[in-house]
């Protein structure tokens, strides 16, 4: 499993596995928004196995804070350690940049991915009522980074 930068040639393994994790998926224009930008804001990690990609992480550097907007793994390759693996790059990326933190939303029922954000060290800090829409709130979730 090589885990590495996203690149434009990627958008469509990624909008795939989008709809296929997701009632509704974002749009591909997120993640041209997100990976194509010429600033160095966007972050795009990918998990690929023998050169099909099976997972990916987006997000957006806000200053000096990494706002984690997406995290999912095709649902044939769940639970071998992707999603983690995916984090942790994230994280030391955001390190290397000397980030101050990661935020990020989820469901409140999404158990799998709550227990993996609490499993690398996030703590919930709130909540945002409606979030994914009428009554579906969201949990608020923070990592804080390095000594600050
Ligand atoms: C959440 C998601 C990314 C996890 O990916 P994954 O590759 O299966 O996760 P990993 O194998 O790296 O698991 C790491 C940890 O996450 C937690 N976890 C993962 N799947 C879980 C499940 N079904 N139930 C409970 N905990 C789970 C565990 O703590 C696990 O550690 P362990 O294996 O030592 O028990 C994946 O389930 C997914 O793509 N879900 C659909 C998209 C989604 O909901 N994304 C999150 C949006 S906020």
């Not at 099909?52 to 999912?72: C, K, P, R, S, W």
């Not at 693996?85 to 030391?92: C, F, K, Q, T």
Request: some cysteine; overall charge negative.
């Amino acid at each position: 499993m090589l885990i590495r930068e996203a690149y434009n040639q990627d958008i469509d393994q990624l909008v795939a596995i989008e709809e296929l994790c997701y009632d509704q998926p974002w749009p591909r224009e997120a993640f041209e928004e997100e990976i194509e930008r010429d600033d160095d804001a966007g972050v795009g990690i990918v998990a690929e196995d023998e050169g099909l990609v099976v997972g990916f992480l987006t997000g957006m550097a806000v200053v000096d804070e990494f706002h984690l907007h997406n995290i999912a793994v095709h649902p044939d390759f769940r639970g071998r350690g992707i999603g983690r693996g995916l984090l942790e790059a994230a994280e030391s990326l955001c390190n290397q940049k000397d980030f101050r933190r990661i935020l990020l939303e989820v469901r409140e029922d999404n158990e799998a991915a709550r227990h993996l954000y609490l499993d690398l060290g996030f703590e919930a800090v709130g909540t945002r009522k409606d979030y994914y829409g009428p009554n579906q709130d969201a949990y608020m979730f923070i990592k804080h980074l390095g000594s600050k």
